[in-house]
C-alpha cells in the first residue's frame, strides 16, 4: 500500500512524503500519485517521527489517580503491590489497551514496557498497531523458587512473541537490584547476549536505593552492576537519578542506554538532578520516558519533554540547559537508538512511523520553532492529528476506531477494582 502525503511542512520546507510498505520511500516537492495511493491532505500541517517512550507500565493507565501523593515504597508496597496481586491477565489486557489509545492520540509510535502478563500488552499493542518493546518483569526477592520461575518464563516468552509481527519484540525486565538477586541479574545478562534481547531495569531511582545497595554490597548500583559483570549495550536503565562522575564513566564506556522519567522523578520525589547534560557530554543515549500512569498519570510524550527541559534548566539555574532540540532528540532518534531501530527520523528509508501535527491549534501559533513550540508550548493530545506506524494509518482527524469501547471497558475494570471508574 502506497501513502503520499501532499503539501506538508517538513523542516520548514513544504513538500511531499511518499509511503510505500511501511518505509518512507520520497521526500520531495510535486510527487505524483502512485495508482491506488492513498493521498492525505498536509496542508497546514507538519510531519514529524513518532515519538519513543523508552521507559513506561502501559497497564497501569488503570491505576490512573489512585495512591498520588505517597512516598515511593509506602506507594508501591501499601497500594500498587495490593492491587496488582488482584489483577487478572485480560485487566493488563485492557489497561493496555488504554495505553496504546493514549499513545496513539499524543503521537507515540513505539514504546518500551515493563509489566506481567506480557503477552495480554503484545496484543493489544498488535490489535492497535503500535510498535513495542515488552518485557516480562523478573521479582525474585531473593527467593529460590521464584527466581528459577522466572528463568523458565523467560524462555517461554522469548519463543511466544515469535507469534506476533516485527512491530512486536521482546524483552527482559528484571524490575530493580532491590527486587532482583544478583544471580538473576547475571542470568538476565547471559540471556541477554545469546538471544540478542535489551534488558530493561530500574536504576539508582531514590537515595534510599543507593544506601541499601551499599549497606547491603558495599557499592553504589551502577559499580554493582559492573561488579556483576552485567553492564552492556544489552541494558537500558531507567531513572539513574542518583550516579557520580565514575558511574557515569562506567556507563558511557559499557555502552549502557539511560532513560529520563521527568514526571515519576518529581511527583514521587525520587529526585530532580537527573545529570542530562553530563550523560551527553559521555556520549551516553539518552531516551525519554513518561513512567506508567500511575506514577506520572498520563502517558503523553509532549508533555514529557517539557518537564525534561525545564527540570534540567531549573536545578541548574541555567536556560541554556537540556535544549528544546536536545530532548526532541532524545523523545525521538534517541529512542530509536537506543531501541535500535530504523525510525525517529524523517528521511528516506526509515520506517513510515510518523504523526502529522496540526498547525492551527493556537499554541502553536506563531510557527518561529516547530521544535521549540512542541517541547514549550502544546500537549501531544491537543496537536496530534494524525498518525501512521509501519505505513498503516492508525489515528486520522484524531480518531482511533474503537476508541469508544477502549475507553467503556477500561472503565469497567476500573470500578472492579478500585470501586470507581
Known amino acids: 500500500m502506497s501513502i503520499l502525503i501532499k503539501n506538508v511542512l517538513h523542516e520548514d520546507t513544504i513538500t511531499d512524503v511518499l509511503i510505500e510498505g511501511n518505509r518512507i520511500a520520497r521526500i520531495a516537492p510535486n510527487l505524483p500519485s502512485p495508482e491506488g495511493a492513498e493521498v492525505i491532505d498536509g496542508t ?6 513518532g515519538f519513543i517512550n523508552t521507559h513506561t507500565h502501559a497497564a497501569m493507565t488503570l491505576f490512573r489517580g489512585y495512591g498520588d501523593d505517597l512516598p515511593l515504597m ?49 496484543r493489544a499493542v498488535e490489535e492497535l498497531g503500535l510498535r513495542a518493546h515488552l518485557s516480562y518483569t523478573l521479582f525474585d526477592q531473593g527467593g529460590a523458587e521464584r527466581a528459577a520461575l522466572d528463568r523458565k518464563r523467560s524462555y517461554e516468552y522469548y519463543e511466544a512473541f515469535k507469534a506476533f509481527s516485527d512491530r512486536i519484540t521482546f524483552t527482559l525486565g528484571p524490575h530493580a537490584i532491590y527486587t532482583v538477586s544478583g544471580e538473576q541479574l547475571q542470568f538476565c545478562h547471559k540471556f541477554a547476549v545469546e538471544h540478542n534481547v535489551k534488558i530493561n531495569l530500574h536504576l539508582a531511582e531514590t537515595k534510599g536505593e543507593v544506601d541499601e545497595c551499599v549497606r547491603q554490597h558495599g557499592l553504589t548500583p551502577v559499580r554493582y552492576l559492573e561488579k556483576l559483570g552485567i553492564l552492556s549495550e544489552h541494558l537500558i536503565v531507567a531513572h539513574v537519578v542518583w550516579v557520580d562522575d565514575e558511574e557515569m564513566d562506567l556507563l558511557a564506556k559499557h555502552r549502557v542506554s539511560v532513560v529520563h522519567n521527568p514526571a515519576s522523578n518529581m511527583k514521587l520525589c525520587s529526585g530532580y538532578t537527573f545529570k542530562y547534560e553530563e550523560m551527553k557530554k559521555r556520549g551516553i543515549r539518552l531516551g525519554i520516558g513518561t513512567d506508567g500512569c500511575s506514577s506520572s498519570n498520563n502517558l503523553d510524550m509532549v508533555i514529557a519533554m517539557k518537564l525534561a527541559s525545564l527540570l534540567g534548566k531549573a536545578w541548574r539555574f541555567s536556560p541554556t540547559a537540556t535544549k528544546a532540540a536536545d530532548i526532541y532528540h532524545s523523545a525521538t532518534i534517541g529512542g530509536a537508538e537506543i531501541l535500535e531501530i530504523p525510525a525517529g527520523r524523517i528521511a528516506e528509508g526509515m520506517l513510515a512511523d510518523l504523526s502529522l501535527v496540526d498547525l492551527n491549534v493556537p499554541e502553536l501559533v506563531p510557527l518561529n520553532s516547530l521544535t521549540s513550540n512542541l517541547v514549550y508550548a502544546t500537549s501531544g493530545s491537543s496537536c496530534i492529528d494524525t498518525v501512521i506506524i509501519d505505513g498503516v ?6 480518531y482511533v476506531p474503537g476508541q469508544e469501547e477502549i475507553i467503556a471497558e477500561a472503565r469497567e475494570v476500573a470500578r472492579r477494582l478500585f470501586g470507581h471508574g
Open 44 to 49: 497546514d500541517k507538519a510531519v514529524i517521527p
Open 74 to 122: 509506602e506507594w508501591l508496597e501499601d497500594y500498587i503491590w495490593p492491587v496488582e496481586a488482584k489483577m487478572t491477565a485480560h485487566d493488563v489486557y485492557v489497561g493496555a489497551r488504554l495505553a496504546c489509545l493514549e499513545m496513539l492520540r499524543s503521537g507515540t509510535t513505539c514504546f518500551l514496557d515493563m509489566y506481567m502478563h506480557p503477552l495480554e500488552t503484545a
Open 393 to 398: 494509518i492508525r489515528m486520522r482527524d484524531r
